[in-house]
């Protein structure tokens, strides 16, 4: 096995495995915090001294979570629910809730009075996040998300904390953007499964530990003689597409992610928190500065298309994925105009439904099959 | 002077309060078509967003939700929402947007025609999907869109940051809409208008609490229809007056006995949701045969905007159905049961809103251990009638008579 081989397998252990990993900071005496999506300032709790582990939900279908929500919510929320619910997150020692889409909204207060053991940090982003005004807010609403972290710590975070934690942080968005550019060009060495683990790992572990594994994985990938890449390449795009089953599909048809525009993925690490000045008041800033988002009010309306077709002929791909989360709205509302700018750019773009309960890909596979051929084409 | 002499020396027979109602709604469309011949912009607005702004400035706002319900209620609905389906929006999300995203496409919608947009005006209080829904229209049409977001919220007190922060954006809507109206922000005027909208608020109110008395004077069905005025048309003295006159009718019926519900009560209820406008046959018609009046609609404290300064002004626009935590809402719904005495609840899934059936399955347990009534859902929507079933519909029905016909008999308080 090649270090690289070796490494990846390091991080799909971690991806598969973040019960794992809780029970094992929680074994070292480390208190654990759960973070659902989207744009959680996950600095705030490395900053005193705790481990912030993602919740996006994972493969299964809801079983207790539907006493408190009907069929028609997105899975990701559900099955975060049916979690909590089977008692899957007990070791946490809070969950940071958001509230920027109508799922998360009454998801919060389902969690909330429904799931007694856990703390919840209730979190209710601003959209006008870019005037002043919006800043002012996000800076209050992030402070008293801090207070109630460090009351759960039961320590104070200093400005040196959050600034480190800033630095750490920076560090390992830089390297994960490194990264989706290195597997893009080095798709013969990390195939769309793999690519996924080293991604979602991240969620799952202390982000220096995350970093350092990437870094030496960025270097082997750097230092890796350049190769020809037979298949052809896309951009993903969507809130999730972690499930090896499909990404299986991907590789099976040697159709490699040579970016990505998805929620868990690249949309979580595309901008850095300023290390001068206030930490907070920088998050902050950083927060404002999203853009491109579904989830998020766009103010000059139609930024995020250009982006996916720029994307798409940066990073050398032939088409677009979609990865359509069942019960979206956000997603299916900003669907027409991604397809409308793909198609004015004579990009081809596929769109396949996705969600936690899915569990046979074959509709998917029939696609992406008949895709890569009209990828290959236009690959000539 | 010649037509007031006219008006006092004729006895003139008194319209009925449902006109009036209905013309205050049928002017503030007609307004719009007249000044959009004159070349004045016309905004659209959500049905939350502060509608004191545009009034102030005179400039002439139509309510997209509006549209929506009156075309699904004319079966409209599923066309537009195949339309707009056909240009690749799913048919998961909420049909009033699809409806909406459909007619500014040009899909026509002659059961409410109204001009098309040249500003938006747009208020997430009431829901996320507002957002991309009114980012995607004003994309559509190249034009400005102001935006108020309304953080949601987990307490039943709105914090002072939260009210900072909704207060710059009334400030930078207000300049936008100078802009936009080429008018200066007259506060003077601003303040007559906000009486205006109290007096409705009030008088809005005041015609819902008539549902207490037993046996009601109205159907609450009745309220889903007189809504639309307190949507279109909240800051307008019309409005007020023509609710007062509503609340004036409903306490002579009191007096004399008479009611828009002319079945037995043999049961009251509380609607919970939006109703599916579509199906308002249907919806009423086993309610009708069972004696089972709907006395409580959640509408009625959700446009009850009432505020006596700046700070309550904020305060009152964060405080919609879906953006107040799980206790107020509980709270509202119990409070207006009780009031008004249900001994049932009907519970709309409905598939158009995903934040208002989000916390249902909760509130569920919760009416039933803090009411004992019965509590029954069903699975609809307020726009597209192809999520709606009747026969299930019935059945739901069937099921919540039962039950509160076993808790009259003195039967099993659970269910």
Redesign the interface.
């Given at each position: 096995m090649s270090n690289i081989e070796s490494l990846l397998a390091k991080f799909a252990e971690i991806a598969d495995s973040p019960k794992k990993q809780l029970d094992r900071f929680v074994s070292e005496g480390r208190k654990a915090i759960g973070c659902y999506p989207y744009y959680v300032p996950e600095e705030l709790v490395y900053a005193t001294g705790m481990v912030p582990m993602g919740l996006w939900g994972k493969p299964g279908s809801p079983s207790k979570a539907k006493?408190?929500?009907?069929a028609?919510?997105c899975s990701l929320v559900q099955m975060n629910m049916e979690m909590a619910l089977s008692g899957d997150l007990d070791k946490l020692s809070g969950v940071i809730h958001t509230?920027?889409?109508?799922?998360l909204?009454?998801?919060?207060?389902?969690f909330?009075?429904?799931i007694k053991n856990i703390p919840m940090i209730?979190m209710?982003?601003?959209?006008?996040r870019k005037?002043e005004?919006?800043i002012?807010?996000t800076t209050?609403?992030y402070t008293k998300v801090l207070n109630e972290l460090e009351t759960i710590a039961g320590r104070k975070a200093t400005e040196e904390d959050l600034r480190e934690a800033i630095k750490v942080y920076n560090e390992n968005r830089q390297a994960k953007r490194e990264f989706v550019r290195l597997a893009g060009e080095h798709p013969e060495l990390v195939s769309a499964v793999a690519r996924s683990a080293v991604l979602k790992s991240s969620y799952f572990m202390e982000k220096p530990e995350h970093t350092a594994m990437l870094k030496e994985l960025n270097g082997l990938l750097a230092e890796a003689p350049a190769a020809e890449w037979k298949g052809t390449k896309v951009v993903t795009s969507g809130i999730l597409c972690d499930n090896p089953a499909l990404l299986r599909i991907f590789d099976e048809n040697r159709i490699a992610i040579a970016a990505d525009d998805v929620a868990q993925e690249s949309r979580s690490f595309r901008k850095d928190a300023s290390e001068e000045g206030d930490p907070i008041r920088a998050l902050a800033m950083q927060f404002a500065d999203q853009d491109q988002d579904?989830?998020l009010?766009?103010?000059e309306?139609?930024t995020r298309p250009p982006h996916i077709v720029k994307l798409v002929k940066d990073s050398g791909a032939q088409g677009a994925v979609v990865l359509?989360m069942?019960?979206c709205?956000?997603e299916?509302?900003?669907?027409?105009?991604l397809?409308q700018a793909l198609k004015e750019a004579k990009i081809p773009v596929l769109k396949i439904a996705y969600d936690h309960q899915i569990t046979d890909f074959g509709q998917a596979r029939t696609s992406l099959q008949a895709f890569a051929d009209v990828l290959s084409q236009k690959k000539l | 002077m010649a037509e007031t002499e006219k008006d006092v020396s004729m006895p003139t027979e008194k319209v009925p309060a449902k006109n009036l109602l209905r013309d205050v709604v049928d002017k503030v469309y007609a307004e719009a078509w007249e000044a959009k011949k004159r070349g004045e912009p016309i905004g659209w607005s959500s049905s939350k967003f502060p509608a004191e702004i545009a009034e102030t400035l005179g400039l002439k706002v139509c309510y997209p939700e509006n549209q929506a319900a009156a075309i699904s209620a004319k079966h409209g609905g599923q066309r537009m929402c195949e339309y707009a389906e056909s240009?690749?929006?799913?048919n998961?999300?909420?049909g009033y947007?699809r409806i909406s995203l459909a007619y500014a496409a040009g899909a026509g919608g002659d059961e409410r025609p109204m001009p098309q947009p040249d500003f938006m005006l747009c208020c997430?209080n009431i829901?996320?999907?507002m957002?991309?829904?009114y980012?995607?229209i004003?994309?559509m049409h190249n034009i400005p869109?102001i935006?108020?977001?309304i953080?949601?919220?987990?307490t039943p007190e709105v914090n002072e940051?939260?009210v900072?922060?909704i207060r710059?954006?009334f400030e930078?809507a207000i300049k936008q809409l100078e802009k936009i109206s080429g008018r200066k922000f007259d506060e003077k005027k601003f303040e007559e208008v906000c009486a205006n909208a109290n007096r409705t608020a009030r008088a809005w109110l005041k015609a819902c609490s008539y549902c207490q008395h037993e046996p009601s004077p109205l159907s609450g069905f009745d309220l889903f229809n007189h809504m639309a005025d307190v949507v279109t048309a909240r800051c307008r003295k019309e409005s007020a007056e023509a609710f007062e006159a509503l609340a004036e009718e409903y306490e002579q019926s009191v007096k004399d006995g008479t009611s828009t519900w002319r079945y037995p009560e043999n049961h009251r209820i509380m609607f919970e949701g939006i109703p599916c406008w579509p199906e308002l046959q249907n919806l009423f018609r086993p309610l009708k045969e069972k004696g089972i009046n709907t006395t409580a609609v959640v509408y009625a404290p959700a446009f009850g905007f009432v505020y006596n300064n700046m700070d309550e002004m904020m305060r009152a626009y964060c405080k919609a159905p879906?953006?107040v935590?799980?206790e107020t809402g509980v709270q509202w719904r119990e409070d207006i049961c009780r009031e008004n005495k249900v001994d049932g609840v009907l519970v709309h899934?409905n598939?158009s809103c995903?934040?208002w059936?989000?916390?249902?399955?909760?509130m569920e347990r919760r009416f039933r251990k803090d009411l004992g009534v019965g509590v029954v859902g069903f699975?609809g929507d307020q726009a597209d009638p192809r999520n709606f079933s009747n026969a299930q519909y019935i059945t739901r029905v069937e099921g919540l008579y039962e039950i509160m016909e076993s808790k009259k008999m003195g039967g099993p308080k659970s269910e």
């Open positions: 006493e408190y929500f009907a028609f919510y509230t920027l889409c109508d799922t909204r009454p998801a919060s207060q389902n909330r009075v429904g209730f209710a982003h601003p959209q006008n005037p005004y919006g002012e807010y209050k609403l579904t989830i009010y766009d103010p309306l139609n359509m069942t019960f709205d956000p299916e509302m900003e669907y027409p105009s397809m | 240009m690749g929006y799913d998961d999300i909420c947007a997430n829901c996320n999907c957002t991309k829904w980012e995607n004003a994309r869109l935006m108020i977001d953080p949601y919220n987990n940051e939260n900072a922060y710059a954006q930078e879906n953006s935590c799980l899934y598939r995903k934040p059936s989000g916390y249902m399955p909760e699975d």
